[in-house]
């Protein structure tokens, strides 16, 4: 089993930046990726980002490119989301996955630990 906790929500203002992290804890041996995602009030849980533990390339969701850094710690088994010019299109619950499955895509289901989520404000 592995245990996820996001920390770094808050309310920041448009065109300021947040750094968001997520902690694994548990068997963290097992896993292959940890990713971001995120869910706007009545709406749908959206792919941001997605790092493989042990090494590769960063994958970025189409609108999360440019102004979104994901990034990993393999030695804390922590990743981090550090979002520039926020918009307030980017208030959304951020939450943090992973999965042992040795795939990691867009899509929710690849993903079989889910942290609590952390919220995200932003002000206009």
């Known amino acids: 089993q592995v245990e996820l906790v996001e920390a770094g929500g808050g309310l920041e203002q448009a065109g300021g930046s947040l750094s968001l992290s997520c902690a694994a804890s548990?068997?963290?041996?097992?896993?292959?990726?940890m990713a971001w995602f995120r869910q706007p009030p009545e709406k749908e849980r959206d792919f941001v980002a997605a790092i493989t533990v042990r090494g590769g390339a960063p994958y970025y969701a189409d609108s999360a490119k440019g102004r979104f850094t994901i990034s990993r710690d393999y030695a804390k088994s922590t990743i981090h989301l550090h979002i520039t010019d926020l918009k307030p299109e980017d208030a959304a619950v951020y939450y943090c996955a992973a999965t042992s499955g040795g795939i990691a895509t867009k899509m929710t289901s690849d993903y079989g630990f889910w942290g609590q989520g952390t919220q995200v404000t932003v002000s206009s």
């Open positions: 548990g068997r963290t041996s097992s896993l292959y990726a």
